[in-house]
């Protein structure tokens, strides 16, 4: 079997995960080997407990190797308990935030999860809270750092630190748009939906999630900001789909529509609809507003597959070993060669991207 069919079989597994419905068409079953290449496509993605999901609709015939299958299935044990572990973070610092009258919004991990039909098998990195209030993320920073933890400033005007084991962002801007020409539609749309936040239960804590619209626009917005630093996995395509489909009624699409248009990302957006159509099988009917005819974004979806999560997997830039730490080789041609991949398709965030996100690094926090 080739790449194509084996991306075409995971695929195929992928939606059927995805929506709780389908099947499979002849070019199942698999070989053994076949499986091997499938399961690590499905990791490298960060995909494997929803392509998991899958195999429990399958019959007996058309499983994986029983050796296969078990340690697959410790896999999505440890996704499980590691889910967990993020749900009892998440909830102990929304306590110690709320004790101190912080009341930060949980952006994408988790929130994002609570779309999916079993939130516990989407793979999440890390808990990122967004305080509206300069402030406020100031004082949080300075409380964490009154723990005895250390903290560390990164790029995007962000601070992370480890909080038993998991690791936990704080940031001061919702959104990775980075032309500053956007800001004051942002910041005007922020203020608008202030009333509209989502409230997410976690075993009777409740955490604030974006407003719909803002929610829709901040994941988006940051699976093109990976796109133009070191490439996106096919998890991120996921959220974007479960979000529309998840809150497409409570978004108004031709407000939508004209709020991308605003940002200069509405052709890009094209290419993401698309995607999330022909390749996750999101519903039409769940778009915010109606799809173009004759968009070709296999281009896109082929740079997405390369590249896998992050940029960690991508041959074009060395092996998975050079990688293995978590740091990106040769980073600085690989963002140049993105953002003039993307120059076309959003040419104010291409341009501004690398700007401000070597700016950010030095500017404090």
């Not at 998991?52 to 029983?66: G, K, S, Y």
């Not at 793979?123 to 903290?151: M, P, S």
Request: charged share 20%.
């Amino acid at each position: 079997m080739t790449d194509h069919n084996i991306q075409h079989a995971l695929l195929m597994l992928l939606r059927m995960g995805l929506w709780g419905h389908g099947k499979v068409d002849e070019s199942f079953p698999l070989s053994s080997m076949e499986w091997t290449v499938l399961y690590r496509s499905a990791r490298m993605h960060t995909v494997e407990g929803i392509v998991f999901d899958a195999l429990q609709m399958l019959p007996v015939e058309l499983l994986p190797p029983r050796d296969l299958m078990l340690k697959w299935t410790v896999n999505i044990d440890q996704i499980e308990r590691h889910n967990t572990r993020m749900n009892t973070c998440i909830m102990e610092q929304s306590h110690l935030f709320e004790k101190h009258h912080l009341h930060p919004i949980l952006l994408k991990g988790q929130g994002l999860a609570a779309c999916y039909i079993n939130p516990g098998h989407r793979i999440c990195g890390d808990v990122d809270w967004y305080f509206e209030q300069k402030t406020d993320y100031r004082t949080a920073n300075l409380l964490i750092q009154q723990l005895g933890i250390k903290i560390a400033h990164s790029a995007g005007f962000s601070t992370e630190y480890g909080y038993k084991g998991i690791v936990i962002e704080h940031h001061q801007r919702m959104f990775d748009i980075h032309n500053p020409f956007s800001f004051p539609l942002l910041n005007r749309l922020q203020r608008q939906h202030t009333d509209q936040k989502v409230q997410l239960d976690l075993a009777g804590t409740t955490v604030a999630l974006p407003a719909p619209l803002l929610m829709t626009i901040q994941v988006n917005a940051h699976i093109l900001k990976h796109l133009l630093s070191f490439g996106i996995g096919i998890r991120q395509l996921c959220d974007a789909a479960r979000v529309y489909h998840t809150y497409s009624a409570w978004i108004d699409g031709q407000s939508l529509r004209q709020i991308y248009k605003s940002l200069g990302i509405l052709k890009w957006i094209h290419l993401l609809h698309t995607i999330l159509v022909k390749d996750i099988g999101l519903s039409p009917s769940s778009l915010p507003f109606e799809l173009p005819q004759g968009i070709d974004a296999d281009w896109m979806m082929d740079e997405i597959w390369m590249s896998g999560n992050f940029g960690l997997y991508d041959d074009r830039y060395g092996t998975k070993m050079d990688h293995a730490d978590g740091v990106r080789s040769q980073a600085t041609r690989r963002v140049w060669t993105n953002v003039k991949r993307y120059l076309n398709s959003a040419p104010m965030e291409a341009i501004s991207f690398p700007v401000v996100h070597y700016f950010s690094k030095f500017a404090g926090n």
